[in-house]
């Protein structure tokens, strides 16, 4: 073991950003069943550059028509401020889905919600509190 306490374990890491990427898509999933189609892991092929293509973390559709409606990157990390290279991924990701409306989700508590414009599209800056308990029904 590593020598403490008395009994041996086996180290175990957690991928966090995919824990965190995976549970925020359940929560919206839960949260707009029956108003928007949450679709985790949607991936884009880029036109003329095979095998280039832009993998998002979740794209929200109309339920009727299935059309993108709006996309959402999730960032787990230690500061929850969105950076230069957070709007070009998720500005990029609203242009190729063409949608107007794009969320980069956080965690982290104390932060109002912000609102910013890059050209046409609306980014949005939320914040989950992880120390929090999250009721979900389960039918």
Do not use: C
């Not at 839960?30 to 993998?55: F, I, N, W």
């Amino acid at each position: 073991g590593l020598g403490y306490g008395d009994h041996d374990s086996v180290p175990f890491k957690l991928d966090m950003p995919g824990l965190f990427e995976r549970s925020l898509a359940n929560v919206l999933d839960h949260a707009l069943s029956g108003t928007l189609l949450v679709e985790p892991k949607s991936s884009y092929q880029v036109e003329g550059a095979e095998g280039l293509r832009l993998d998002m973390d979740i794209v929200l559709r109309e339920p009727r028509s299935a059309r993108a409606i709006a996309v959402v990157d999730a960032k787990y990390r230690r500061d929850p401020q969105p950076s230069n290279e957070d709007f070009s991924q998720v500005v990029t990701y609203a242009t190729a889905m063409g949608v107007r409306q794009a969320f980069l989700v956080y965690p982290g508590t104390g932060h109002p919600p912000k609102r910013y414009r890059v050209g046409d599209t609306e980014v949005f800056a939320e914040y989950i509190d992880l120390g929090g308990t999250i009721a979900v029904e389960i039918d």
